[in-house]
């Protein structure tokens, strides 16, 4: 059984850094690409950042180039997001997702990804 488990979230002033993590268990992390949604209060959820194995190609949302990167410890299977200069519209409710490497490219849909995690509440807050 599949099981995505999401950590690292919290509250953070504007400018602030958080790392998020995905502890992934019930698959070999290496054959799967992980992505990292996000929902706000009223708005759909989103992609912010994936992740492939083999090539470790790795895709980012226009509004978090440059400010998070995500990446993979295979040996630890487990999925960061390093996010920096966070900003108040950062601030969401934020899920990791697994599925076939070929729903990880220059566009990700929730719709696509078929395992997830329960969410890790991010607050960008002064």
């Known amino acids: 059984q599949v099981q995505l488990v999401e950590s690292g979230g919290g509250l953070v002033q504007p400018g602030g850094s958080l790392r998020l993590s995905c502890a992934a268990s019930?698959?070999?992390?290496?054959?799967?690409?992980i992505a990292w949604f996000r929902q706000a209060p009223g708005k759909e959820r989103e992609g912010v950042a994936c992740?492939?194995?083999?090539?470790?190609?790795?895709y980012y949302a226009d509004s978090v180039k440059g400010r998070f990167t995500i990446s993979r410890d295979n040996a630890q299977n487990t999925v960061y997001l390093q996010m920096n200069s966070l900003k108040p519209e950062d601030t969401a409710v934020y899920y990791c997702?697994?599925?076939?490497?070929?729903?990880?490219?220059?566009?990700?849909?929730?719709?696509?990804?078929?395992?997830w995690g329960q969410g890790t509440q991010v607050t960008v807050s002064s």
């Open positions: 997702a697994a599925d076939h490497p070929r729903y990880c490219s220059g566009t990700y849909y929730p719709a696509d990804f078929g395992s």
């Open positions: 019930g698959l070999i992390l290496d054959y799967y690409a």
């Open positions: 992740i492939r194995r083999s090539d470790g190609s790795n």
